[in-house]
């Protein structure tokens, strides 16, 4: 009997210890087998989670965020404790205590499972990290097999919080957020050390569903799970009663819910420089790079002058476009049931597309036209309270409006309109006025003259309205602004501004065997005539004679050199801007005439930082000769060294500033431009006036306008004076006040001869008067004047052409001229605008 007891447990004994020896040898098959190529898990020492890229202001002011996945990075180190409990809570109490995987939790989970109970995960944190960055997230038993494997093995290469930080900056907690704080930022716009223990439990209640426990949408079951979640944190340890029990008792206070401003709120609307710096940088970088780098650029903008951009542009935009009192409206609307609902119709208001109602226009707020009586329109306003004695359109407000008199010939209750606010001199509501997008865009864009640091850019009339950047993206014909490169390549080619053109006609066969007779916008001529003028009236003519007198490829290597184009065609028409360019390019090449002929690169960063805080891009290459020294005497400065190269000669660049200040002060723009520094530019405006430019500069900043319909069609009654030059002359009223300016600098190597304006004749050196104007010359070259120094560009001058009237170049009045034998002429003043041509392409 004890022989058969003894064989009994023997055999038992030898059956487990077989079948241990057979488990362990199992087991140990499959960790062999399943071990073998999984990825290397020490990798993750060197990880560098996507986060979020922000673009910063000159100023140091965020502006902007691009990213794949909305997330922002935090160290252990500055993750509160108590977001690690609630998260250790809610995911894996025996956190600190495993060694990657947790026996009894998975003991349990089976237990539950073989009851009925809903099957639920038993994956520590370190599994979910494992799971999150180098395995699927498919439900297999292979992949969990991995997953324990992995986990065993990080615990032994990597601490615990090491591991913790990976999982709280990786883990997808809705809203496209990703990690804690983007999390915190998303739902609180707080930061994490601001978090309270309701809100911190919030966050650690979404990992397991955070598609399902909405703020808003599952409010019940969001604030249910989170409401565990105080418990568990309460069970632990880690909160005493009375905080978990107070936590438990608050609302779920969210950004979603409206209960808490948006960070997002917090920033300007995207707006076109900002997305062209992700452009450029896109480029530059890489599109991962930039959108999962946690980039730090530091921008070029200056918000001050970039808002005075959009004004200026929008104002000259809208103001012609009043001009034809043609009503278009949104062409959004509302249904009529939800009308005599508030809360029906401002969500409706809410949801319509910022392509119908931009809401990026400074002071335009979207509304719904409510009702339609009695003259006037009574319209509910996009988040204001609701004011049925103000809030309305009157029949004063439709007087630019040809065919309507009253509020009811043009709205009809549900219309979507954008309306603004007209206030009286004391600040008053004086009334709503209904305001509409213009069809004619345009764009704008100001840069620093030294530096090439783009302080503004305006790509059209709203960004949310239309995302195509006009000022770097759309290319058109620079017409007449494009004549100080023919102007600049004469002059470097021993031309002077007193060197008399003839303006006279001419023709150029074409290949088709007609011919091409380039005319000036006024269709007349008018004999010789100086440099100087030619630029101030832009005179086709004397362009192109000029243009082939110097030779087309010179004119060509010119503009490829001041970056205008990159291969110009030589053809004669091109010398008159016929072939298209862009606003960015033509202000940067301005740029150069404005500081002595010195190459400068236009840039919209200043610097690129990594998410170490390493620079990896600086725009100003220059350097600092002084600035290691440890002291610098009272009165002085540190030198800076440039290293630019000089792309055109000083004197050059003087003379042709010094013409194209003649455009400002008595040329093509004299109406427009009046400011109280000294300003240079050119107008242009090209056939039928499709596209009308105007560029300027003052001593340091440069900047340019355009105007155009998307698809080019005449612009009726458009120049480039007439409407980009109050546009430029409205933003450096600006710009003036806060970078000031002044002379044009002078460069050595030269003097000063008063000449005859109109016939380009010497006079004495105390010569004055309307027609006098002091030219530079370059020393050691004695200059030739008048008719001895004429050209005509290859072609005889006209039968019987007269020289240049004097009554056309001065109008009415009388000013007096000390001529260099020392008599006294009187002359008259200078003309009008429209007198003389006001340029063009042919």
Known sequence: ????????????????????????????????????????????????????????????????????????????????????????????????????????????????????????????????????????SDRSAERKIKELILAARLEQTMSKDKILELYLNEIYLGQNSYGVAAAAQTYFNKKLSDLTPGEVAYLAALPQRPSTLHPVRDYD???????????????????????????????????????????????????????????????????????????????????????????????????????????RGTGATIPAETLEDEAAWRKALYEVANEKAPRDIGGWIPAVVLSVAGGEAQIGIENLPRDPETQKITAEDVKWIRKASVPGDILSAGDVVLVRRIENSDGSLDRWSLRQVPLLQGAFMAMDVNTGRVLAMQGGFSYQDSVFNRATQATRQPGSSFKPFVYAAALDSGYTPATIVVDAPIEFPNGDGSMWRPQNASNKYYGPTPLRTGIERSRNVMTVRLANAVGMPVVAQYAERFGVYDHMATHLANALGSEETTLFRMVSAYAMFANGGERVQPSLVDRVQDRFGRTTYRHDDRDCVDCDIAYVPPGTAPRIASHREQIMDPITAYQLTSMMRGVVERGTASNYVNLPVPIAGKTGTTNDARDVWFVGFSSNIVAGCFMGYDNPREIPHGSGGGMCGPVFNDFMKEAVKKFGGGPFRVPPGGHFINIDRVTGARLSADASGPGVVAEYFRDGIEPIFGLAAAIDGGFAMGEGMPMYSRDEALSTGTDEVLTSTGERKSIPKAANFGTISAGGLY
């Open 1 to 136: 009997m004890l022989r058969a007891i003894f064989s009994f447990f023997g055999a038992i004994f030898s059956f487990l210890t077989i079948g241990a020896v057979l488990g362990c040898l199992i087991v140990g098959a499959v960790i062999w087998m399943y071990g073998r190529d999984l990825p290397n898990h020490e990798q993750l020492a060197q990880y560098a989670p996507p986060t979020i890229s922000r673009v910063y202001s000159s100023e140091g002011a965020l502006i902007d965020e691009f990213a794949e996945e909305r997330r922002l990075f935090a160290p252990s180190s500055e993750i509160p404790d108590l977001v690690k409990e609630a998260f250790i809570s809610a995911e894996d109490k025996n956190f600190y205590h495993h060694r990657g995987y947790d026996p009894m939790g998975m003991v349990k989970a089976a237990v539950d499972a073989a009851q009925g109970a809903r099957l639920r995960g038993a994956s520590t944190i370190t599994q979910q990290v494992m799971k999150n960055f180098l395995l699927s």
């Open 221 to 327: 079951d969001a604030v249910g799970r989170r409401n565990y979640v105080l418990r568990e944190m309460e069970d632990n340890g880690y909160l005493t009663d009375a905080v978990a029990q107070a936590a438990i008792a608050e609302p779920l206070r969210t950004v979603q819910r409206g209960d808490i401003p948006g960070f997002r709120q917090s920033l300007p609307p995207r707006g076109y420089f900002t997305d062209e710096v992700r452009r450029q940088l896109s480029r530059d970088f890489g599109e991962t790079q930039f959108f999962t780098g946690g980039l730090s650029v530091r921008s070029t903008l200056d918000p001050l002058m970039q808002a005075a951009a959009e004004q200026s542009l929008r104002d000259g935009l809208e103001k012609y476009d009043r001009g034809f009192g043609i009503w």
